[in-house]
């Protein structure tokens, strides 16, 4: 199995680089949708979203409940699922700190639209892959060594 730092490390570098994640509630009605994720920090949670009070999941999460977010890294090179708790806040720090022109164009009343809803991802349990499909990778399979075995330090399950 891969070391667990690396992988959270990888995966925080991931969600602050490439910010684009499927977001939704962990029950079986909900279809997760791209969002846009924001972190303060190098790594770690809370992970925070703008959606409107329109959206399914601005419209449904009215108490903390469990959430699943997905990630692809843009060079497919880390990819997870993590388990967590979605809340609604309307803490006015931290939309003041993370506002910025980007999610000012969705919102005509600006930080104070009726419509804005901020959400927090609490991370808990998640399983991240590391791309495992390189040359090396390949060559070997050519050479008759069983990718499998080296794909195994690439992947691992942790407590983020």
Not at 3 to 22: I, N, P
Not at 50 to 70: D, M, R
């Amino acid at each position: 199995m891969a070391d667990a730092s690396e992988l959270k490390q990888k995966f925080w570098d991931a969600v602050k680089d490439d910010r684009t994640v499927m977001l939704g509630l962990a029950d079986a009605n909900s279809h997760p949708r791209p969002m846009t994720a924001m972190i303060e920090g190098d790594e770690g949670g809370p992970v925070w979203f703008f959606t409107g009070t329109s959206t399914e999941l601005g419209a449904g999460v009215s108490a903390p409940a469990p959430a699943l977010l997905t990630l692809s890294s843009k060079g497919h090179d880390v990819f997870a699922t993590v388990h967590g708790t979605l809340s609604r806040t309307h803490d006015r720090a931290v939309i003041d700190r993370l506002w910025n022109p980007f999610i000012a164009a969705w919102y005509e009343g600006g930080k104070d639209d009726p419509t804005l809803v901020l959400l927090r991802f609490d991370p808990a349990d998640a399983e991240i892959w590391l791309e495992g499909s390189s040359l090396v990778a390949g060559v070997k399979a050519m050479l008759g060594v069983d990718p499998k075995k080296d794909y195994q330090d690439n992947v691992g399950q942790v407590r983020l």
